[in-house]
């Protein structure tokens, strides 16, 4: 897996890049799935008057509010700040992030008319994107950046929804009984989320993480045969990009070996999955996970004897980065995330 010629000299030999190529590392590494954002105060000053796509659209913004977790917990990589679908905004999509929701799609997709009218998405979109991954990569040095799209399912989610649901009904409705709509919508978020990654790993960014958030709400011959292909295409074009790709999603114990297939080099596991069970099923790639979010409102030596546990478990993947099963839930504390970095990165190699 190349490196741009003038990558940070440190950069190849670190933890969470070795991790992800099931090498030897000095160190377990660590970084937490929206470890910048709410659970800040630095960042939630930072986003004062200024709605969410924009933040993410401000370069000098992004910079920052990805660097803030990296200085504050010393964490092994950065995820770029951004949204999976500032690219279909930046195609032209009507849509907004609403504080205390989530996405919101003014006119929702349902027929081919509707998939047609979107754009593919080229670099032209998206300079404010090239403009932050660089500047980012100058002031992270020796950590990796991690950069992400959302998959094609969980992405077909919010543009079929009109904004966050929990069955995924009108999405599913679509997949059943629409599958020319749907293989099209599928194509479409595929062609837009592998040229996003290449904007971000032409850039800098040293790894790719594609979001399949809301996968595990299909059944494993859905996902296989009406999703999976579509995430394969993003995920092999990430592959000829000289990046390793992670790839996770929620509530996918019975989907983790067909997420391993479609391309993964690490699979990001769930909270509810033990990473015992997870290996045997992810074959020959590195894991990543998969602390309980919640486990940061215990006390402090419960968590981290928690956390002992999720190490002790990687350690038959020969390829393990540490994280929550989940993102960070706003109201954790930051000090206690402090406190599970230092304790991870601390704990004894095998
Ligand atoms: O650490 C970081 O820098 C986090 C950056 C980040 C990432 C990786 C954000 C910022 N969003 C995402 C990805 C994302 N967005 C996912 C995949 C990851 C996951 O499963 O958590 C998903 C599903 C979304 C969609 C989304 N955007 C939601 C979920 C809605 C639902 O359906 O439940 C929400 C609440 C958002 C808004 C959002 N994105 C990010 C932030 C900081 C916020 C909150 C808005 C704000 O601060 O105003």
Redesign the pocket.
């Known amino acids: 897996m190349a490196l741009p010629p003038d990558a940070h000299p440190g950069l190849a030999d670190s933890a969470f890049l070795k991790a992800a190529r099931r090498e030897p590392v000095p160190h377990t590494p660590v970084w937490?799935?929206?470890?910048?954002?709410?659970s800040l105060p630095e960042y939630l000053k930072l986003?004062e008057g200024v709605g969410?796509l924009e933040s993410c659209m401000r370069p000098e913004l992004v910079v920052e509010?990805?660097l803030q977790?990296v200085r504050r917990y010393g964490v092994d990589a950065a995820?770029?700040?951004?949204?999976?679908?500032l690219p279909l905004k930046a195609v032209g999509v009507d849509l907004d992030?609403v504080?205390g929701?989530?996405?919101v799609v003014a006119l929702p997709v349902r027929t081919l008319a509707d998939v047609e009218a979107i754009p593919d998405l080229t670099p032209d979109h998206v300079p404010f994107i090239s403009e932050a991954v660089a500047g980012l990569v100058a002031e992270l040095g020796p950590t990796p950046l991690i950069g992400?799209a959302?998959a094609p399912f969980?992405v077909a989610s919010?543009l079929v929804e009109g904004g966050?649901?929990k069955e995924h009904a009108k999405t599913k409705a679509m997949m059943f009984g629409a599958p020319d709509v749907w293989d099209a919508l599928m194509r479409k978020i595929a062609g837009i989320a592998a040229a996003y990654l290449e904007v971000q790993v032409a850039a800098g960014a040293s790894a790719v993480q594609l979001?399949d958030?809301?996968a595990g709400a299909l059944t494993p011959d859905d996902y296989r045969t009406a999703v999976m292909p579509h995430s394969t295409r993003v995920l092999e074009h990430a592959g000829t990009l000289g990046v390793p790709r992670i790839h996770f999603g929620?509530g996918t114990s019975n989907l983790l070996g067909a997420m391993g297939e479609a391309g993964a080099d690490v699979v990001g596991v769930d909270w509810r999955t033990p990473l015992s069970t997870a290996i045997p099923q992810v074959g020959e790639r590195a894991v990543q996970g998969n602390l309980d979010p919640t486990l940061v409102f215990a006390p402090t030596e419960v968590m981290t004897a928690r956390a002992a546990e999720v190490i002790e478990a990687g350690r038959a993947a020969h390829g393990h980065v540490f994280n929550l099963g989940?993102?960070?839930i706003p109201s954790t504390d930051p000090d206690q995330l402090k406190r599970l970095t230092e304790f991870v990165q601390g704990y004894p190699l095998a």
């Open positions: 937490f799935m929206r470890q910048a954002g709410r986003r969410m509010i990805t977790p995820i770029f700040f951004s949204d999976i679908v992030i504080a929701v989530g996405p992400f959302g969980t919010y966050p649901s979001f958030s809301w929620v989940h993102g960070v």
